[in-house]
């Protein structure tokens, strides 16, 4: 893809919104879920066929697969990575990695179109300069879910995450700094965003079992892409 398209992808999307009219109508760009934590639904609509084309590419090279947690149960959830370092997690605890586990080869490269998304959404969400070096994919089929956990794996929670679901629906869950927290539920569609960072960056979330159905554009499965700074010196985590 051509930069200017890519420009062009990355920054069209806000622009839905852009009319009193849709907003009228219900389409908000933006919805605080908490201090720090923003619902954006269907920002990143318009690049998701260009984002899901590349989630392929990288399970090419990376396959999704399903880790198991430190105390040795196999996670629901489908996973691959990419960027600098990868999230993975085995007996010897949850951690980034800059080698995938299965092939001991560096994670797929990041595309520069992902960086931009996540810095678009990053900064409507009031968090300017966000530049993500690492994409952790997760692949949910229906049953799968995620339990209320924080990201803590990375090194300088100043960063936010971004988090970007495609494909079947799914009933996300987002607290507060402790897991007893009350939390708030929202439906995350095909191409909505959530950012959370500053005081809601450790703030306890997770996703409640898919249900079965298909969608469109990924048939039976959901997809999440969460772009993080996983580590804020780079070079740290180049594969040697
Ligand atoms: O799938 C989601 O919406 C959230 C994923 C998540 O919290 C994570 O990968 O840490
Ligand atoms: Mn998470």
């Given at each position: 893809m051509g930069e200017s398209k890519r420009q062009a992808l990355a920054g069209l999307t806000p622009g839905l919104f852009d009319?009193?009219?849709a907003a009228g109508k219900g389409d908000a760009p933006r919805i605080d879920l908490a201090p720090g934590a923003a619902y954006m639904p269907r920002r990143a609509l318009i690049v998701a066929p260009e984002l899901l084309a590349e989630v392929e590419t990288i399970a090419a090279h990376a396959a999704f697969r399903r880790m198991s947690t430190p105390g040795g149960r196999p996670m629901s959830v489908g996973m691959t990575n990419a960027g600098?370092?990868?999230?993975?997690?085995?007996?010897?605890?949850y951690r980034f990695a800059s080698r995938d586990p299965m092939t001991d080869r560096p994670w797929p490269p990041m595309l520069d179109l992902f960086k931009d998304v996540a810095r678009s959404a990053a900064e409507a969400a009031g968090f300017a300069g966000f530049t993500p070096n690492a994409c952790v994919i997760n692949r949910y089929e229906p049953g799968a879910r995620m339990t209320l956990h924080q990201d803590r794996n990375e090194q300088d929670f100043r960063h936010p995450i971004v988090s970007v679901s495609l494909g079947l629906p799914a009933v996300f869950e987002?607290?507060?700094l402790e897991r007893s927290d009350p939390t708030v539920r929202r439906t995350l569609e095909h191409g909505d965003v959530v950012v959370w960072g500053g005081p809601a960056r450790l703030c306890f979330h997770g996703v409640r079992p898919?249900?079965?159905g298909r969608h469109p554009a990924t048939g039976p499965c959901r997809i999440n892409l969460t772009f993080r700074v996983a580590r804020s010196d780079d070079r740290g985590l180049r594969p040697r």
């Amino acid at each position: 893809m051509g930069e200017s398209k890519r420009q062009a992808l990355a920054g069209l999307t806000p622009g839905l919104f852009d009319h009193h009219g849709a907003a009228g109508k219900g389409d908000a760009p933006r919805i605080d879920l908490a201090p720090g934590a923003a619902y954006m639904p269907r920002r990143a609509l318009i690049v998701a066929p260009e984002l899901l084309a590349e989630v392929e590419t990288i399970a090419a090279h990376a396959a999704f697969r399903r880790m198991s947690t430190p105390g040795g149960r196999p996670m629901s959830v489908g996973m691959t990575n990419a960027g600098v370092a990868g999230w993975v997690t085995d007996e010897h605890g949850y951690r980034f990695a800059s080698r995938d586990p299965m092939t001991d080869r560096p994670w797929p490269p990041m595309l520069d179109l992902f960086k931009d998304v996540a810095r678009s959404a990053a900064e409507a969400a009031g968090f300017a300069g966000f530049t993500p070096n690492a994409c952790v994919i997760n692949r949910y089929e229906p049953g799968a879910r995620m339990t209320l956990h924080q990201d803590r794996n990375e090194q300088d929670f100043r960063h936010p995450i971004v988090s970007v679901s495609l494909g079947l629906p799914a009933v996300f869950e987002f607290g507060g700094l402790e897991r007893s927290d009350p939390t708030v539920r929202r439906t995350l569609e095909h191409g909505d965003v959530v950012v959370w960072g500053g005081p809601a960056r450790l703030c306890f979330h997770g996703v409640r079992p898919i249900e079965a159905g298909r969608h469109p554009a990924t048939g039976p499965c959901r997809i999440n892409l969460t772009f993080r700074v996983a580590r804020s010196d780079d070079r740290g985590l180049r594969p040697r």
